[in-house]
T-cell receptor
Framework: EAGVAQSPRYKIIEKRQSVAFWCNPISGHATLYWYQQILGQGPKLLIQFQNNGVVDDSQLPKDRFSAERLKGVDSTLKIQPAKLEDSAVYLC???WGGGVNSPLHFGNGTRLTVT | AQKITQTQPGMFVQEKEAVTLDCTYDTSDPSYGLFWYKQPSSGEMIFLIYQGSYDQQNATEGRYSLNFQKARKSANLVISASQLGDSAMYFCAMREGGDYKLSFGAGTTVTVRA
């Protein structure tokens, strides 16, 4: 089975620029997540989708971050404008359901550097 | 409040020895799941093992086993017969029944020495 696909793998931008990340989950997985992982820390949830509806976006800085999941499959995460503190790895994950016993499967992540 | 606590920032282990990584958690939900992930330097997050709050037996997956002590709210990961390829960051994570998001600890870096 194909895993979670993310692109790009790396991105370097200047502060105040915009950037977008793309994620294609494992086929059939209804739940999709975006996590932010700052170097040396554990991942932090930004947003969770169930099909194409938002379940939890309480940690998403909505003044600059936005995310959508069209048709309940692919998802994009956008940052506009970027700040230095947004430098991190952005991980996309999916799971077949939202139950407690359903592991998340992660993509390879996008490493963002904001200069 | 921190839901997942991993108190060991880094550990060294000799090849072929066992290593135990500590994880304590905090929840009042009777239904929850505990997960361990491995993150090598390449960055991908690899699912290792799962333990449910209602499971009577400790989970095992190959060389990985989970020492689940429900009353103490601990879920320690044991890696037996360490290999050089086990060198990585290890994260403990939890999903609660009423929430479903996966919350991670700060992680423990394991370095296996030859």
């Amino acid at each position: 089975e194909a895993g979670v696909a993310q692109s790009p793998r790396y991105k370097i931008i200047e502060k105040r620029q915009s950037v977008a990340f793309w994620c294609n989950p494992i086929s059939g997985h209804a739940t999709l997540y975006w996590y932010q992982q700052i170097l040396g820390q554990g991942p932090k949830l930004l947003i969770q989708f169930q099909n194409n509806g938002v379940v939890d976006d309480s940690q998403l800085p909505k003044d600059r971050f936005s995310a959508e999941r069209l048709k309940g499959v692919d998802s994009t995460l956008k940052i506009q404008p970027a700040k230095l503190e947004d430098s991190a790895v952005y991980l996309c994950a999916s799971s077949w359901g939202g139950g407690v016993n359903s592991p998340l499967h992660f993509g390879n992540g996008t490493r963002l550097t904001v200069t | 409040a921190q839901k997942i606590t991993q108190t060991q920032p880094g550990m060294f282990v000799q090849e072929k020895e066992a290593v135990t990584l500590d994880c304590t958690y905090d929840t009042s939900d009777p239904s929850y799941g505990l997960f361990w992930y491995k993150q090598p330097s390449s960055g991908e997050m690899i699912f290792l093992i799962y333990q449910g709050s209602y499971d009577q037996q400790n989970a095992t997956e190959g060389r990985y086993s989970l020492n689940f002590q429900k009353a103490r709210k601990s879920a320690n990961l044991v890696i037996s017969a360490s290999q050089l390829g086990d060198s990585a960051m290890y994260f403990c994570a939890m999903r609660e029944g009423g929430d479903y998001k996966l919350s991670f600890g700060a992680g423990t870096t394991v370095t296996v020495r030859a």
